[in-house]
């Protein structure tokens, strides 16, 4: 009777405050690389972040996750947007994205690197995100919305609530939080897709997911893009810890074409 009472799992939302106290200071925000380029999306200059509100089974983020404090160092906004912005160019990039962690953690900083790299013209900012904070706060994603170069890419993890909590370690109850995110941004006018974590999910629980995603609206269902584990060696031993298999995963020298 007690076991029913007592929440299973921690509250993302706790953890990003936590998180929070040790990345962020005023409009600074810790990283661990800035800055790098990329042929994900057809060339992306990436900074990379340190500290996250989920602790992922098959994250590749080690310490920067784990001991976000202790590695890399503080940079402020105009530092960050200078750099993505001048490799972009350099490297005639037309995308910049801040990745390795959670990007929404420490908002003042990010809505700023996106101002700035905005103003310069002619470059997309793409937002990856768990969507865990624009889901819990609809102002976020209202602030969003005043961008006209961003995309936002919800990364969503598991397609249950039951199944989140066993690659997450969070509470089931915030899965909802991934779907509402999406929501937010589609009623500001915030333009975003789905990509889903499905290494480890059964036909149902897809069937499940693509059903709520429908309720919100249609073309959520039209742009799903599919996500798989790359087996990199901390992932692996991650997971082995875990004691989870997944269905379906790639070694990161042969990812398909059509997942980069
Ligand atoms: S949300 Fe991303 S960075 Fe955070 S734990 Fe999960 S995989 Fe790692």
Redesign the pocket.
Known sequence: MVSCLVSRGYDPLALSEAIEKLVCKGDLRRYYRVVRGGRWYGGIATADCCG?N???V????GAP?DQPHKVGRMYSPEEVAHKLVSLAKRREYRLVRIS???PTIGRSHLLKVVELVEQTGGITFILET?GILIGSDTSYAKDLSKFSRLHVRV?I?GTTPEEFHRL?GARPEAFELQLQALKNLLDHGVRCHPAVMLSFSTREGREFLIRKLSDIDRVLVEEFEEEYVFLYPHVVERLRRAGITPRVAYSPDSIPEELV
Do not use: A, P, V
């Open positions: 996250c989920l602790r992922c098959f994250c590749w983020s996750r390795g962690n959670e768990n990364s993890k997450t």
